[in-house]
Nanobody
Framework: QVQLVDSGGDLVQAGGSLRLSCAAS????????MAWYRQPPGQAREMVAK???????YYVSSVKGRFTISRDYAKNTMYLQMDSLKPEDTAVYYC?????????WGQGTQVTVSS
């Protein structure tokens, strides 16, 4: 059974930083298309950062230069370092990854940025 567990969300002031974690119950070696998504209140879920198929990183323009995606294969954990947070970053953040033909989601972690 593949499980992804998100953590690290919190209430933070604008300009602050947070690091989100996504721990997998299986080896990262068996997972593909690893990414972070977010869903602001009343809005659709959007992808904010992902690892590309050629080993690079992709960021949506609104977070480029402020967010950094990373992963630790030894811990089977993916991270999202978020710096210079803005009120518009307020959302529930989810990690996502594929294993075989299935796609898996974390349960979500709330990030609230106050102005």
């Amino acid at each position: 059974q593949v499980q992804l567990v998100d953590s690290g969300g919190d209430l933070v002031q604008a300009g602050g930083s947070l690091r989100l974690s996504c721990a997998a119950s299986v080896s990262f070696r068996s997972m593909d298309n690893m990414a972070w998504y977010r869903q602001p209140p009343g809005q659709a879920r959007e992808m904010v950062a992902k690892f590309t198929s050629y080993g690079g990183e992709y960021y949506v323009s609104s977070v480029k230069g402020r967010f950094t995606i990373s992963r630790d294969y030894a811990k089977n954990t993916m991270y999202l370092q978020m710096d210079s947070l803005k009120p518009e970053d307020t959302a529930v953040y989810y990690c996502n990854a594929d294993a075989g033909t299935n796609s898996y989601w974390g349960q979500g972690t709330q990030v609230t940025v106050s102005s």
